[in-house]
């Protein structure tokens, strides 16, 4: 197989150095005669993969001591729909912002669950800028302000922090956790699918402040309640083992790659090498407002849109993967997760360069 760059949206590319090391323990992890997928969860040797995965998390987001780590299932879909109902307590009604298909996916969730004020939206600008949070209609008596911290199909992405007072903050980071520092204590909640920047499919970190533990309504089932699975952590129920044990290689490749810090500055490069070759070329367009464009998503159009096909099928021959756009949106879309390197966005740069040369 010739060389070859996978810019899918999730399940996305994992580093290969973690691949070779999954492999090279495949069939027996460290002298264990066993394979990860065969251990028990309630082993020693799985019981030390666990804590050596929440350990590296805690220290690669530098998470403070009074927030619970949990790895769960069922997807970031699971926990935007379970979300109210563990954290609504004695309030019946929270914040949404809507800035894309992700976020309107969890506030549409919510709605069975309580009152929803919608903040702001990004809809009548057709998803390509964030509005302003200063803004925001932020209504102090909710339970709390959710925002989806990237958006994987409009290619948004917060720059900042926004500032909602005292209202506990939950943020979808499927897209993009890991991919910059943030500070986790401006957080109530933070939720993350795997699949995009963390390492399979399979698992769902979730990171939660202690004081919204413990207001989950009476009918919610024990797995989805965010108390009872940080009492059993996170093994109320078999895990998704070999997930956990697979996000935990991408921890330790994260963590020699010098951490969040170095791989930010990375990510900052490859993104605006990758927007820079859009803007310089009459051929290529992003409609994402500079200041909101993602690092983690670069969605674009080919200004003539019967080449479209055409330059799928060049960048497909050369190596250039999964460079489709969502059904949502059409065109082309570059994911450049933290496992895609530099030399991966250089070569696709140059291709486009190339294709609109001789097209
Ligand atoms: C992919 C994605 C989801 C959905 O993840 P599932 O694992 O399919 O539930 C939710 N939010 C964002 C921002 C995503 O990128």
Not at 46 to 67: C, K, Q, S, T, W
Not at 129 to 151: F, G, K, R, V
Not at 247 to 271: F, P, T
């Amino acid at each position: 197989m010739s060389k070859t760059y996978n810019f899918s949206a999730g399940p996305s590319m994992l580093p290969e150095s973690v691949l070779q090391q999954a492999q090279a323990e495949m069939l027996d992890w460290q002298g264990s005669g066993m394979s990860v997928m065969e251990m028990s969860h309630r082993g020693p040797e799985f019981m030390g993969v666990a804590e050596v995965l929440h350990r590296d998390l805690r220290e690669l987001m530098a998470i403070p001591d009074n927030y619970k780590i949990l790895f769960l299932q069922g997807g970031a879909t699971a926990q935007f729909s379970f979300i109210p109902t563990n954290i609504l307590g004695d309030k019946n009604k929270a914040c949404y912002v809507n800035t894309g298909a992700w976020s309107g996916k969890a506030l549409k969730a919510a709605k069975n669950y309580c009152d929803v004020v919608v903040s702001a939206s990004a809809e009548t600008k057709n998803f390509t800028a964030i509005p302003d949070p200063s803004t925001w209609n932020i209504d102090q008596q909710a339970a709390y302000l959710h925002y989806t911290s990237n958006e994987t199909i409009h290619g948004l992405e917060f720059a900042n922090i926004p500032n909602v007072g005292s209202l506990p903050l939950v943020a979808d980071m499927s897209s993009n956790i890991l991919s910059r520092q943030i500070d986790v204590s401006k957080f109530g909640l933070i939720y993350a699918g795997s699949q995009k920047n963390m390492g399979p499919a399979g698992v769902t970190v979730v990171i939660v402040r202690e004081d919204l533990l413990g207001k989950a309504q009476s009918t919610l089932p024990n797995v989805f309640n965010y108390q009872q699975q940080v009492k059993y952590e996170s093994m109320l129920n078999t895990p998704v083992t070999y997930s956990w044990y697979l996000v935990g290689l991408v921890l330790q490749w994260l963590k020699a790659q010098g951490g969040i810090a170095s791989i930010e500055q990375v990510n900052q490069r490859k993104a605006q090498s990758l927007y820079a070759a859009i803007d310089c070329s009459s051929l290529y367009n992003n409609a994402v407002a500079i200041a909101d464009r993602s690092r983690m998503n670069v969605p674009f159009i080919l200004a003539d849109k019967g080449l479209e096909s055409v330059f799928l099928k060049a960048a497909q021959e050369q190596g250039f993967l999964a460079l489709k756009g969502h059904r949502l949106l059409g065109g082309m879309r570059a994911s450049i997760y933290n496992a895609m390197p530099e030399s991966g966005v250089e070569a696709l740069v140059q291709f486009m360069a190339e294709f609109e040369r001789t097209h």
